[in-house]
């Protein structure tokens, strides 16, 4: 099974987690909701990835990551 990792980052200006992968070229995506990202980054990998017309017959193992800093005013 393929396994692919996708990494997620907050970012605070735009108010949006938004996607970046050293595995998925082409991977760019966002959301203000991170788990309507994780559901947009399933839909778009078999496309991403589909290289030799595989596309739905192989399954995909996905580890994500995400990472968000906040500063708080005292």
Known sequence: MAEYTVQFNWDSEA???YTTSDD???LLLESGSLD???ERVKI?????L???GMNGKNPLSIH????RRDVVAM
Request: no cysteine; proline share 10%.
């Open 36 to 38: 309507a990202l994780i």
């Open 64 to 67: 994500f990551i995400s990472e």
């Open 50 to 52: 589909d290289h030799d």
């Open 15 to 17: 108010a949006v987690w």
């Open 44 to 48: 778009a990998l078999p496309d991403l």
């Open 24 to 26: 998925i070229p082409g």
